[in-house]
């Protein structure tokens, strides 16, 4: 009994040396890549340095190469790498026009929205959003050296810029202000201002701040007017990337890599 007994043994170790072999000899299998759906037209949250879109269209997708998308960086870059690092699969950023990305989620061509968005009461209800991952308000923007703009009051006097949203169009309203003009480019918005084309710009937060830090031409006035979040966008069908994405996003915020991207794309350089 007992040589019966090593000569199994002996079989079993053999056996499980084999397997083991067999293992290593196996190429790992890949993960499915994480698609996320960005505007790369959209500094400071997703942008590849150098280029300019300010001629293109925003409602048709980013004309971007691979060799350039390698390049992108920005708020909302980061937290993707942050992301895709937590799921294990690799990211692939595909570019989308802002304006279409609930669209793209829909269709199949991307596994997640994250590109400054938060759902509207017009979003579908086959998508989910997750936690925020970023808080963001409307804020105020004007030139430096107008010692007079200092505070909502003073907008009843000027005219304001702001991106089209008819939310930001009824804040502005709201609040006193006089005449206001609408734009569809962000970088637009900043040139009219610094050209006179305008008095101040309610726009977000994080590019108000992103642009005041880096142009000492601007300035920050007040505080945003509202508290609001950023969030990742995905397909309700998807619950386990859903939870694994959530899951995810609280982690980015629980261990601090949520400040510090937000000190790097905010302050000063």
């Known amino acids: 009994m007992a040589k019966r007994c090593d000569s199994v ?7 499980t040396l084999a397997l083991g072999l067999l293992a290593m000899a196996l190429p790992a299998v890949a993960q499915p890549a994480f698609r996320v759906g960005m505007d790369t037209r959209s500094p400071p949250w997703s942008f590849v340095p150098g280029l300019d879109y ?3 269209d925003a409602n048709v997708d980013p004309t971007v190469s691979e060799a350039q998308l ?3 960086t920005g708020i909302d870059v980061d937290v993707a790498l942050f992301l895709s690092r937590r799921l294990g699969r690799p990211l692939v950023i595909v570019p989308v026009a802002w304006f279409d990305l609930e669209s793209a989620l829909l269709a199949g061509r991307i596994d997640a929205i994250l590109c400054a968005w938060t759902p509207s009461p017009k979003t579908s209800p086959d998508i989910v959003a997750s936690s925020p991952y970023y808080e963001w308000g409307l804020l105020l923007a004007a030139r430096s050296n107008d010692a007079k703009l200092v505070g909502l ?3 009843k006097r000027v005219t ?5 949203s008819q939310v930001v169009e009824r804040t502005l309203r ?4 006089g005449a206001l003009k609408v734009y569809d480019k962000q970088e ?11 008095g101040a710009i309610l726009y977000d937060s994080p590019y108000v701040r992103w642009r005041v830090a880096r142009d000492r ?10 508290r609001l979040g950023y969030h990742v966008g995905l397909r309700r069908s998807d619950a386990a990337l859903a939870t694994q994405v959530q899951d995810g996003v609280r982690e980015l915020m629980a261990s601090g890599e949520r400040e510090r991207i937000r000190k790097k794309w905010e302050e000063a350089p």
């Open 9 to 15: 043994c002996r079989d079993m170790r053999g056996l």
């Open 54 to 56: 300010a001629t293109e």
């Open 70 to 72: 390698k390049k992108a």
């Open 153 to 155: 009051a003073d907008l």
């Open 160 to 164: 304001v810029g702001h991106f089209q």
């Open 174 to 177: 709201s609040v006193g202000a």
């Open 188 to 198: 637009t918005l900043f040139d009219d201002l610094k050209a006179e084309k305008i």
């Open 217 to 226: 031409s601007f300035k920050t006035v007040g505080e945003p007017l509202n």
